[in-house]
């Protein structure tokens, strides 16, 4: 008789730590030595949702040195990821902890402070939505949302339950990028002119996608979640930062939502137009242009992939110079533009030296973090306006203010996407 999925996770959880999967989760402040905790001064109880590729090479590995923190769940619908996630906290000197691959267990223990959400993209807003409904700070993986209408109710969300949201667009911690938004805002190197993006490609989806059995221990509908039912197939569901699920407008926005929401939240950023944005996408092919592009109301034009440059993610040409800039370096022409320091007078961006200890100190503090919701949104909006101009092949003209395409009934209408019962949208009253 073929085992039971629930059987499988406790049997699995067993066998390498001991915690017991997909059971519900107590683990109370005693536990932890810190039933009297003081929220200023205590460890912050940290969930993990989704515990792939981002998580495992980097969240769970940071949150989980960091003084400050005290996992206490880990949570995925795969069961060797869960396996792997806790393996990766034991080597933290955070041995046992639990795990499941119900979410909502997470968002219901009461030691859970704050969530980390590393799920695929298409589960990023329901996600954070419903951990600020109950009370939990979250960090939210890039891009926040699927759609523009989610990004909408996340940021709504926030506002009616004043938590802490950070968006994982760690360039802003960067300080190279830093710098190059301050040399921007300050006009260093004059009008600007225009802005590259160096966003790379995806292969296509599988023409013949080879479908097969469900993996004994996966919970595949849940994993589809809000999209569309497909028959379940490996490269569907594969955690691969050169494909898999990336490869799919189901799940994401293909490289204008995994690229895309890095750079273009720099621009955003550089430009100070964090509560804004463009005002029309062009498709490649358009005016006969090879390159994907979006325009500013002033003009200012932002191209996807048009130079070739390796050396660099950005470049920013204005009329006395330009600065190339990427995670490892900036170089700036005239070269004694690097040199500039803003001055009491000058403009200068806020200064974030590490995104994770920014999102804790914003935790303890109740300050905002360097990309709240806000931001993200209007960022993800970039990322979703792209793709449908990419998808219909045609322009797409957008009124950053009522936050709605104009002139266009199709393109408005992919402003959301159909929902599959029972996976609907939280609501905060």
């Known amino acids: 008789m073929k085992e039971s999925r629930r059987a499988f996770l406790k049997r699995t959880a067993a066998a390498s730590t001991g915690a017991f999967l997909g059971a519900p989760l107590i683990v109370r402040s005693d536990t932890l030595g810190n039933s009297k905790k003081d929220a200023a001064n205590s460890r912050i109880g940290i969930g993990f949702i989704g515990t792939g590729l981002i998580a495992t090479g980097n969240h769970l590995k940071n949150f989980g040195s960091n003084k400050a923190v005290q996992p206490i769940v880990v949570c995925d619908v795969k069961p060797e990821q869960l396996l792997r996630a806790q393996e990766v906290l034991r080597k933290k000197k955070h041995p046992n902890v639990p795990g499941t691959a119900d979410y909502f267990e997470v968002l219901e223990n009461p030691d859970v402070d704050a969530v980390l959400v590393a799920t695929p993209d298409h589960w990023h807003a329901a996600i954070a939505i419903e951990a600020m409904k109950r009370g939990k700070d979250v960090y939210v993986e890039k891009p926040m949302t699927l759609t523009i209408e989610e990004g909408k109710a996340l940021v709504e969300a ?68 809000p999209t569309p039912f497909f028959e379940y197939s490996d490269h569907r569901v594969l955690g691969d930062y050169s494909g898999g699920w990336r490869c799919y407008w189901d799940y994401g926005g293909r490289k204008n939502g995994d690229w895309g929401a890095h750079h273009y939240d720099i621009v955003q950023w550089a430009l100070g137009r964090d509560d804004t944005g463009p005002v029309e996408f062009l498709p490649a092919g358009f005016d006969g242009s090879d390159f994907h592009r979006f325009r500013y109301a002033d003009g200012l034009t932002v191209w996807r992939d048009r130079e070739p440059d390796a050396e660099h993610m950005i470049r920013f ?113």
């Open 158 to 225: 926030q506002e009616k339950t004043q938590r802490i949201v950070q968006v994982g667009s760690q360039q802003r911690s960067t300080v190279y990028f830093r710098i190059a938004a301050n040399l921007v805002r300050n006009g260093v190197i004059g009008e600007l002119k225009e802005i590259d993006c160096r966003l790379g490609s995806f292969p296509q989806p599988p023409a013949q996608e080879v479908t097969g059995p469900v993996p004994d221990g996966f919970d595949y509908d849940r994993w589809l979640g």
């Open 317 to 429: 040409t204005g009329t006395d110079g330009e600065i190339l800039v990427s995670r490892v370096s900036i170089q700036t022409s005239p070269a004694e533009l690097r040199g500039f320091r803003p001055g009491p007078n000058d403009i200068t961006v806020e200064e974030s030296k590490n995104h994770v200890r920014n999102f804790l100190n914003s935790v303890k503090n109740r300050k905002s973090t360097i990309c709240p919701s806000a931001v993200g949104h209007r960022t993800a909006t970039i990322c979703h306006l792209a793709s449908i101009a990419e998808r219909l092949n045609r322009p797409v003209v957008w009124d950053p203010v009522a936050e709605q395409v104009l002139g266009d009934p199709e393109a408005a209408s992919m402003q959301d996407r159909p929902r599959r019962a029972g996976y609907e949208l939280p609501q905060v009253g």
